[in-house]
């Protein structure tokens, strides 16, 4: 009652409608994603097939294909590594942006930051394609993964970025003239009281970052030279050939990934802020 | 406590000399040169958006001075960064580390400093008793009350042993009750470790009940510094009397000067003596400043008197607040002590006389 009161709006939970209008967006949102995980348990060898009886034989048989366990690592060890670098980055570019004086240029700066967020991916796909052959033809070095991997830095900064400067802005500067008044020098600061508080948005903008990573296709498929298969392409060339419900339990596996990353960052950032 | 004693043996503990601080086109601080002593409980006196704020930041390094110098004793430490002067702030929000236990935020600055984990236990164990926290050191400070994290505040800044304190309005969040314990804690604080406090409030008893020496600004200017005394029975111009307690104004001219007092002829005619300033004017049209408790109550006519007619009666409790106004409509008002015998106090719509005694009017300096 009191609570109604105070917020001064009316409650959204309570307008006629919302009920309905809520069951329909998170059915068309997780439908889906119910169906193919319960499918990757069904026992008939067709993809489209009506349930025949519950079998865990398509995981085994998909964490037993060597194809699919290379294509795993593969794109765990990238997005891990883009994770890390692009959030390194993303907290040194938050820092720049939300710290110090005001700077000529720092509104420019942020646009830079984030405006990769609205580029459509098949346009940075193509310009990096585009980059990475003009920087061929100049000096004859095989970049190989390293074409991927600074791909894919490059779109999960922005992503990395926002969370962190978020927290830094929500943060009482005070703290940090605190911390140089009792005698800390820049990095002294940075390291006991800084960085302490500003985890949660790291961890948050470093679990985005990994999944952006993880999950890109459109840029991925682009850029990626000969047996650079990461998992989404691998299970895209899969759907080409004969469906069985091993791709379910493939695509299950994938959103098993995604989901703990983003358990892990929530607990973490739940834990820290307390 | 012989370990607190402040190291600075003579001169200042700080020299401001002629500080300007601007803001862009706004000038925040106008021109302030202080000098605060060693051992001194000084605080600044001034009305929201005055400088006192600004002038605390420079102090402790997170402003720089447009113009002018900081001396900490002999050495120019205006354009040191803060966490290379011996200077301890105590911030208006406190500014607790939220990450870390009481232990842990007083002993920030000690590990700053590189003290040994042994010294640190030892002081941080010695501030907790100080500020009378014993066995708290492990709670988590947001754990604690608005008056606890007061205290963590004050025993965080105190246990580097800096040569100077800095206390931004440190008890302006908490009520009434704890303020006033938290005040007396703070004298006492002040006393047993040597420290110099600086300290800023806006509130004008808090800072006549606390300082050894106040500095009453307005609009980024110094405009008084003295004892509490000084500047409630000598104010220098008509801000500081005015801010400081309820007061009188009236208008005269100054007839005759001897020394460090005047003779002032009021508009009714009535000559008053009253005391001069070095910067006071020594003729022409003059205001006198005096309190309502030192205006006395006579019978109308009486010889030297000034006639009032009384408007209103207020009783206080402990005294009686008489509204009057003079023939020219000047409102004066007169505070009385009540006494057990009896209402002296005079009825409304009275005709009375009131007597300024020798000394106790002062000539503004405007
Ligand atoms: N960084 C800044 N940039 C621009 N103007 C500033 C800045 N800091 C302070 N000021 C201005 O300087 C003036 C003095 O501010 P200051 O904070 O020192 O006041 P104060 O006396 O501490 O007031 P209060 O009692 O409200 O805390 C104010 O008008 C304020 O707007
Ligand atoms: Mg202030």
Redesign the interface.
């Known amino acids: 009652m009191a609570k109604a009161f105070t917020h001064g709006t009316a409650d959204v939970k309570k307008q006629p409608g919302f009920a309905v209008i809520a069951a329909i967006c998170i059915a068309v949102l997780y439908l889906p994603l119910m169906i193919i995980a319960t499918y990757s348990f069904n026992a008939a060898s067709n993809i489209g097939a009506a349930w025949k009886g519950f079998t865990i034989d398509w995981y085994a048989s998909a964490l037993q294909n060597r194809e699919f366990y290379d294509a795993a690592i593969l794109s765990i060890g990238l997005a891990f590594a883009a994770m890390v670098i692009s959030t390194v980055l993303a907290t040194a570019a938050a820092l720049g942006t939300t710290r110090g004086k005001r700077w000529r240029g720092q509104t420019a700066a942020f646009v830079t930051l984030t405006t990769p967020l609205v580029i459509p991916e098949i346009v940075t796909g193509i310009s990096l394609l585009a980059f990475f052959a003009a920087v061929a033809a100049l000096i004859d070095i095989n970049f190989g993964l390293g074409k991927l991997l600074i791909a894919h830095v490059t779109f999960c900064i922005p992503f990395a970025y926002l969370p962190i400067k978020a927290r830094l802005e929500g943060m009482?500067e005070?703290?940090e003239?605190?911390?140089?008044?009792?005698?800390?020098?820049r990095w002294?600061t940075f390291r006991?009281?800084t960085l302490?508080?500003v985890v949660p948005g790291i961890s948050s903008g470093a679990a985005l970052a990994f999944i952006v990573s993880f999950d890109d296709f459109t840029i991925t498929q682009l850029i990626a030279g000969p047996g650079e298969t990461t998992l989404p392409l691998y299970i895209y060339t899969r759907i080409r050939r004969a469906l069985t419900p091993e791709i379910n339990a493939m695509c299950t596996l994938l959103l098993m990934i995604s989901f703990i990353f983003i358990i892990l960052s929530f607990a973490i950032s739940k834990r820290?802020s307390? | 406590m012989t370990e607190f004693q402040s190291s600075a043996t003579s001169g200042s503990a700080v020299d401001m000399l002629g500080i300007v601080k601007d803001f862009d086109t706004f000038r925040a601080v106008d021109d302030v040169t202080l000098k605060i002593q060693p051992n001194e409980f000084f605080t600044l006196l001034g009305p929201s958006g005055c400088g006192k704020t600004t002038l605390l930041r420079l102090m402790a390094g997170f402003e720089t001075p447009t113009t002018g110098s900081i001396l900490l004793g002999t050495k120019d430490i205006s354009r040191l960064p803060p966490n290379h002067r011996p200077i301890n702030t105590v911030f208006q929000s406190y500014a607790l580390f939220p990450h870390m236990t009481v232990a842990e935020n007083i002993g920030f600055g000690l590990k700053m400093l590189g003290r040994s984990r042994s010294e640190i236990k030892v002081t941080v164990d010695e501030m907790l008793r100080l500020v009378r926290l014993e066995g708290r050191g492990d709670s988590l400070v947001t754990r604690l009350s608005g008056g606890q994290q007061q205290r963590v505040a004050l025993a965080r800044g105190l246990a580097p042993r800096p040569q100077i304190l800095l206390l931004d309005e440190p008890l302006s969040a908490l009520d009434l009750k704890l303020r006033q314990s938290m005040q007396i804690e703070l004298k006492r604080l002040q006393a047993e470790t040597g420290i110099t406090f600086v300290f800023v409030t806006h509130d004008q008893e808090e800072a006549l009940t606390m300082s050894d020496r106040i500095a009453v600004m307005n609009a980024g200017k110094v405009l008084q510094v003295g004892s509490s005394r000084d500047i409630y029975e000598h104010p220098a111009d008509r801000f500081v009397a005015g801010f400081i307690g309820e007061t009188n104004f009236l208008q005269g001219d100054l007839e005759a000067v001897d020394g460090m007092s005047g003779t002032v002829r009021l508009k009714n005619g009535v000559r008053v003596s009253a005391g001069l300033s070095e910067e006071a004017p020594r003729h022409g049209a003059i205001t006198i400043v005096i309190r309502p408790e030192h205006i006395e109550i006579t019978d109308v006519g009486a010889a030297g008197s000034i006639a009032a007619t009384v408007a209103t009666v207020v009783y206080f409790g402990t005294d009686t607040h008489i509204h009057t106004h003079l023939a020219d409509g000047t409102p004066v008002i007169i505070r009385q002590q009540n006494r057990r015998d009896g209402s002296r106090a005079p009825q409304t719509n009275a005709l009375i006389g009131l007597v300024l005694p020798l000394g106790a009017s002062q000539v503004l300096r405007d």
Do not use: F, G, I, S
Not at chain 1, 179 to 184: G, H, N, P, T, V
């Open positions: 009482d005070t703290l003239n605190a911390a140089a008044d009792l005698y800390a020098t002294q006991y009281v302490p508080l820290r307390q």
